[in-house]
């Protein structure tokens, strides 16, 4: 399709090719420390690039500005300082490891541009506060655009691509962008708001194909306020539910998700409504597995599933680990450290099929 | 005064607000917005009339709307802000209402406006002690069901679980889920004395507190708290 490819071609932007300045994410290292591993792993000893882990960077404090406790003047100053750091460490290239923060710096960088006398604020601000200089970075990317970056250097060293060993056909794979990173600033993300290409980008040169379905721009439904406070999480799910219902009729053999939010939340949701009404959305009767970017690349290169920390997730992998044709441990999926015993959770609906749930109330 | 109206007050002071002047351009009422808006889906909810609303700059409408229930369903996701074709961003002047009305002590008017409450006590004051929004420990079980049991193993057992995966957990110096240092804590405190966001702290907290008394509480109090955590009386049909 022309204006398929064109529009394509005109979000290609620019992403740096050594030398990061690694800005962690919250709900990223909460949900998915291994994901967090993975991708400096990726960059730092498969392909030989310098990323730099600064102990003393925070939160962008992202959560609770999109909550409206934290006022605009104070995460500008909070983002203001993250740069300092990054220009004093000797860095010029940001990269954000979560959807919220890559959004808020577009944000503000944007801000600055166009109001420039709320980047003066900030200069002030940063100054009476820790003593530092705002320095402007010369480009802000997003971890997945890295990965993306990379697709087919990953693609060279793959031990493992998504493809269903059995059959050999492509696995078959929903991607979600997650709002924050496209629709803000359509042309800070790769491919823009209407044709995301970042994760289908790296699905095809892995050799999986993408399923398009109806809702597959809808928000997964964080909603923030939505979710954190317990009385709004009806938005959340009901959110999580119509993307659900409207990809299960394509038999997805999993999700992959942008955003580590996003992630969690396609994962959680799976769980509750087939508590609450035993409903699954796997094709198998189960789940659909929900993975991270960096989990799909780690798969890819070989990488034990339980090392990338997918344990973490409600919805078990293993069905899609067999697809794959990786090998593995079903045994020390929930150990702690040094191979420690430390029980493990208990059952759910979501893992064992919606079957065996109607049977029991049968009973 | 135009035909008897209050007109101006509370525009002239959303204009103040960047993301205000950055959201609201000329909006022509197509509801392009409405049709992608999650909130829509969910509340009884519609962008489009909210930005109609405040358009009119009439005092007593735009009040209204600072003390109603509608200004806090949104969930700023933004899907509203590459599809208008106007250039608007509802979201955008959601966020600029929603700081107004903290600011003038409107928002606990509404059930869904005293949630900022709870709000600023986890998220807010979790950025203050530990550097993040979030931590392990703020996503509680007991107050988090949805989260399942593969979520409650991993807190029961947090040391375990995280130290298998990343040697810094809860520890000085570079990796994930790092403590961070005391100095670091210290410059995010005084941004926030700086900022602002101290102060917007501090106003949640008092507005909260008279209201928590108005409502028969002694102040507001964890039991205030927690009722507004967890109270929700919205009929979305
Ligand atoms: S999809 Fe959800 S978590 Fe992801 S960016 Fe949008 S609102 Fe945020
Ligand atoms: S899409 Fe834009 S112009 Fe249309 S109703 Fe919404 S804000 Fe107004
Ligand atoms: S930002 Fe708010 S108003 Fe805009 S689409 Fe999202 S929920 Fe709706």
């Known amino acids: ?363 | 005064m135009f035909f008897g109206f209050a007109m101006d007050k509370y525009y002239d002071m959303l204009l103040e607000d960047v993301r205000f002047r950055e959201g609201l351009k000329a909006c022509m009422n197509c509801g392009v917005c409405t049709g992608v808006c999650p909130a829509a889906e969910f509340y009884d909810y519609d962008p489009r009339q909210i930005v109609s609303i405040v358009q009119t700059r009439n005092d007593d409408a735009i009040e209204e709307l600072l003390r109603s229930e509608r200004i806090w369903y949104c969930g700023e996701c933004m899907s509203c802000r590459p599809r208008c074709p106007r250039g608007n961003t509802p979201g955008y002047v959601i966020q600029a209402l929603r700081t107004l009305s903290q600011k003038l002590g409107f928002f606990v008017e509404s059930e869904k406006g005293r949630q900022q409450l709870c709000l600023k006590r986890s998220i807010g004051e979790n950025i203050l002690r530990t550097g993040y929004c979030l931590t392990p420990q703020l996503v509680r079980p007991e107050t988090h069901p949805e989260q399942g049991p593969v979520w409650r193993w991993i807190v029961a057992n947090d040391r375990e679980v995280y130290g298998r995966l990343t040697p810094s957990y809860d520890r000085e110096g570079a990796g994930a889920l790092r403590r961070i240092d005391r100095q670091s804590l210290e410059e995010l405190d005084r941004i926030f004395e700086v900022s602002g966001g101290r102060r917007m702290f501090d106003l949640i907290e008092k507005h909260s507190d008279r209201k928590a008394r108005e409502m028969g509480y002694d102040g507001a109090d964890e039991r205030y708290a927690a009722d507004t955590f967890s109270r929700n009386t919205t009929r979305n049909d």
């Open chain 1, 1 to 363: 399709m022309a204006g398929r490819g064109a529009s394509w071609s005109e979000y290609q932007k620019q992403i740096a090719d050594d030398h990061y300045y690694y800005a962690r994410s919250c709900i990223r290292q909460n949900f998915f420390p291994g994901s967090e591993r993975a991708f400096l792993r990726i960059l730092g000893e498969e392909l030989g690039r310098d990323i730099c882990d600064d102990p003393r960077h925070t939160s962008c404090t992202g959560i609770g500005y999109h909550s409206d406790i934290v006022p605009l003047e104070t995460i500008m100053t909070v983002v203001a300082r993250q740069f300092a750091l990054m220009a004093e460490a000797g860095y010029e290239h940001l990269v954000t490891s979560c959807i919220t923060s890559f959004g808020i710096y577009n944000e503000i960088l944007n801000t600055w541009e166009e109001f420039p006398e709320t980047e003066e604020r900030t200069r002030r601000y940063l100054k009476e506060a820790t003593g530092r200089e705002l320095v402007l970075p010369k480009s802000v990317s997003h971890t997945s655009d890295v990965v993306y970056h990379f697709r087919e250097q990953i693609a060279a060293r793959a031990r493992r691509r998504l493809v269903n060993v059995q059959t050999g056909e492509p696995l078959r794979v929903v991607e979600h962008i997650g709002c924050h990173y496209a629709k803000i600033f359509p042309k800070s993300g790769i491919g823009g708001a209407e044709f995301p290409y970042v994760l289908a980008g790296m699905i095809e040169s892995w050799g999986g194909t993408c399923i398009d379905y109806p809702e597959r721009r809808h928000c997964c439904g964080f909603g923030f306020r939505n979710y954190l406070v317990q009385a709004n999480r009806g938005y959340s799910i009901a959110n999580s539910h119509k993307k659900l219902e409207s990809m299960a009729p394509y038999k997805p053999d999993f999700i992959v998700a942008n955003c580590p939010g996003c992630s969690m939340f396609l994962d959680k949701w799976q769980y509750a409504i087939a508590e609450m009404e035993g409903t699954t959305y796997g094709a198998d009767g189960r789940g659909i597995p929900v993975l991270t970017y960096e989990e799909m690349a780690g798969l890819v290169l070989g990488y034990d599933p339980w090392e990338l920390g997918m344990q973490f997730h409600q919805v078990d992998v293993e069905p899609l680990l067999r697809k794959m044709g990786v090998e593995f441990d079903p045994a020390a999926k929930y150990l702690g450290r040094d191979g420690k015993y430390i029980g493990r959770p208990e059952a759910a609906v979501v893992n064992s099929g919606p079957d065996k749930r109607v049977y029991r109330i049968r009973e």
